[in-house]
């Protein structure tokens, strides 16, 4: 049983602010689920250092990672040789800069982590199933379960965390 679950989205490539809200959460493995809801890339300048420290944190107890609706853009667009370019027009342009001036084996290693992320997971709580949702929809889920109220939605360029203490 976890004494906590906390979700964090919408990244975006924003490393301090990744870092500062990292550290303000203050996950601890043994105890706490800690769900990434996928939007690492794009807008940002450091997606690329977002991505490492996901990969480098990827099979750590209890974190779970979700792809994103930018890292499914981002796998269409190189599956597609580039034809499919909303994915540059969505933030990516800066992603895509980032990954070219790395060598071609970064380049794979990082398209390969993004396409290794699941789009949902499930989850029980007490042995009941408690969430079987994709992205997004385990956040406000998990905050209408705890809190009662609706979750409000957030603007471009922000990121987005939510704790529930499980009772």
Known sequence: MYERILAIGDIHGQWDRFMSLYAQIDFHPERDLLVFLGDYIDRGRKSLYVLDW??????????????GNHEQMMINYYESNGTRDIWLWNGGDVTRRALMKQSDEVQKKCLDFVKSLPLQFQISVGGKNFFSATQALILTSLWMS??????SGYGRNTMSSIQAKIS
């Open 54 to 67: 996901m990969y480098e944190h990827r099979n750590e107890k209890n974190i779970i990672m979700l792809r």
């Open 146 to 151: 705890k809190t009662k109220t609706p979750c």
